[in-house]
């Protein structure tokens, strides 16, 4: 399985949403918050030029906003 992470920040309805489906999903993810962690925001930007969260990066692929389709195909998860 390939590592999950999620740039998150508070007060975010769509990173909530997307930490929900991963978790109802059964995968384990890092959580990764950029507004109490300079290190991660610098990676977020720097890494893989996004300024938005939720920022998905699983193995080498990222997405970057709320996408659940985009998140369903690269996971391999069917309806």
Same mark, same amino acid.
């Given at each position: 399985?390939?590592?999950i992470?999620?740039?998150?920040?508070?007060?975010?309805?769509?990173?909530?949403?997307?930490?929900?489906? *991963?978790? @109802?999903?059964?995968f384990?993810? @890092?959580?990764?918050?950029?507004?109490?962690?300079?290190?991660?925001?610098?990676?977020?930007?720097?890494?893989y030029?996004?300024?938005?969260?939720?920022t998905?990066?699983?193995?080498?692929?990222?997405?970057?906003?709320?996408? *659940?389709?985009? *998140?369903?195909?690269? *996971?391999?998860?069917?309806?």
């Amino acid at each position: 399985m390939k590592k999950i992470t999620v740039y998150t920040q508070p007060e975010c309805p769509p990173c909530e949403i997307t930490k929900r489906f *991963l978790t @109802e999903s059964g995968f384990s993810f @890092e959580i990764k918050n950029i507004k109490t962690d300079r290190k991660a925001r610098k990676e977020l930007i720097e890494t893989y030029q996004s300024y938005s969260t939720p920022t998905i990066v699983i193995g080498d692929t990222v997405i970057t906003g709320f996408d *659940l389709e985009k *998140l369903k195909i690269e *996971l391999n998860i069917q309806d």
